[in-house]
């Protein structure tokens, strides 16, 4: 069964760029399910969508944070990345790679990775 | 962008008690709703797409209604493993997650 799994480093200092990978097994990137998410939540908040990736390198972000993001796949390693530029201490949080349950832009999410926390402090 | 609203944002329940939470949207999301259940520590796991139809392997006890900019979502018996944190979400338009609605034990 699919599984999906984050990993990179747990903390981050501002201004710098935070990078987090997400390995799928169980499956191929390029034919699973084809669309790839990132979510995040914030300690003790709720969950905010970051951005989807299509497995031949399309994305979609969300409006406010698309001038610092940047989600990418790469089928060989069956891995999507995702890489958040400029970050501050708003970007502390729980970052959740997940897959889109139907396949398509803007779905619902039924496979979820364990999550991996990341910290912005210097 | 479309603004998602739950409430209430706690809810104290008993085992047995039939319990709804509601959802509403900002503007119109058509049918385009999901629900997560969340407990501490763990993923969120989807319980209702499209508004209505019952995740595979999600208990019937678990359903949603609603249509355009109101949502509910009911769990008709209350058991003692539904005790969690649940969240709506619309994918009408990009994806927005409400604030979630913790339900606690009475």
Do not use: H
Request: with cysteine.
């Amino acid at each position: 069964q699919l599984q999906l799994q984050e990993s990179g480093p747990g903390l981050v200092k501002p201004s710098e760029t935070l990078s987090l990978t997400c390995s799928v097994s169980g499956g191929s990137i390029s034919s699973s399910s084809y669309y790839w998410g990132w979510i995040r939540q914030p300690p003790g908040k709720g969950l905010e969508w970051i951005g989807t990736v299509y497995y031949s390198g399309s994305t979609s972000y969300n409006p406010s944070l698309k001038s610092r993001v940047t989600i990418s796949v790469d089928t060989s390693k069956n891995q999507f990345s995702l890489r958040l530029n400029s970050v501050t201490a708003a970007d502390t949080a729980l970052y959740y790679c997940a897959r889109p349950a139907r396949g398509g832009w803007d779905d619902a999410f039924d496979i979820w990775g364990l999550g991996t926390v990341v910290t912005v402090s210097s | 962008d479309i603004q998602m609203t739950q409430s209430p944002s706690t809810l104290s329940a008993s085992v047995g008690d039939r319990v709804t939470i509601t959802c509403r949207a900002s503007q119109t999301v058509s049918s385009w709703l999901a629900w997560y259940q969340q407990k501490p520590g763990k993923a969120p796991e989807l319980l209702i797409y499209k508004a209505s139809s019952l995740e595979s392997g999600v208990p019937s006890r678990f359903s949603g209604s609603g249509f355009g900019t109101e949502f509910t979502l009911t769990i008709s018996s209350l058991q003692p493993d539904d005790f969690a944190t649940y969240y709506c979400q619309q994918y009408s338009t990009y994806s927005t997650f409400g604030q979630g609605t913790k339900v606690e034990i009475k």
